[in-house]
């Protein structure tokens, strides 16, 4: 999905509204395993320009794509969730960040 598609899974509508902020933690390393690996490629490759650089993201897209379908394929469940942080009441927000710390 593209960043406006996932705002909109996430039903995200205000442009304030941060996607990184209303994502789980396999959310998040995905997305972080798609620019780390675009950044990786387009380093190795010194791309230069816009070509360049739109190959190698779609290469490190793919990169993190295979990796969340293969995940996908043996947990049984999908990474990406509707769930986004400001449909939650804050109680509930605060407890899940206690737990984690």
Known sequence: MTPAEYKAFKSLDRPA???????NDLELIFTMLGEASTTE??????????????????????????????LEKKSGKRITSKENYKLLPEAVVRKRVEKKA
């Not at 380093?43 to 897209?61: F, I, M, P, T």
Request: net charge neutral.
């Open 17 to 23: 509204d941060n996607l990184r902020d209303h994502m």
């Open 41 to 70: 490629i387009a380093r190795n490759k010194d791309a230069q320009g816009y070509v360049e650089n739109r190959s190698a993201a779609l290469e490190g897209g793919s990169v993190a794509g295979r990796a969340r379908c293969d």
